[in-house]
């Protein structure tokens, strides 16, 4: 079982980065694959980012192609999101999220293990 922790989240203007950071507990971060997630008020929670357990494959949601990149210290036992060129759309709770499942899917349901989550907000 693991515990993560999620950090970095916060106010900034638009165009703006923040990066976050999730820290697992436990001695066997790199049997998780990874994701991050994010809910924004009055909607579902929707997929962000994956990485595989080595960090070698990646995955994003289209819309933030190109801005965000997921990566992972397996010897930290953290996993990042790094958010550039921020907008008011990416104004939501992020929250990280770990699965030991053989296959790494974009949907919330598929991952056992979350953080409490961090708030991020983008003002125009």
């Known amino acids: 079982q693991v515990q993560l922790v999620e950090s970095g989240g916060g106010l900034v203007q638009a165009g703006a980065s923040l990066r976050l950071s999730c820290a697992a507990s436990?001695?066997?971060?790199?049997?998780?694959?990874m994701g991050w997630f994010r809910q924004a008020p009055r909607k579902e929670r929707e997929f962000v980012a994956a990485?595989?357990?080595?960090?070698?494959?990646?995955w994003y949601e289209d819309s933030v192609k190109g801005r965000f990149t997921i990566s992972r210290d397996n010897a930290k036992n953290t996993v990042y999101l790094q958010m550039n060129s921020l907008k008011p759309e990416d104004t939501a709770v992020y929250y990280c999220?770990?699965?030991?499942?053989?296959?790494?899917?974009?949907?919330?349901?598929?991952?056992?293990?979350w953080g409490q989550g961090t708030q991020v907000t983008v003002s125009s």
């Open positions: 436990g001695r066997t971060f790199s049997s998780y694959a």
């Open positions: 999220a770990g699965t030991t499942n053989l296959i790494i899917t974009a949907t919330p349901r598929g991952y056992r293990y």
């Open positions: 990485i595989d357990r080595s960090g070698a494959s990646t």
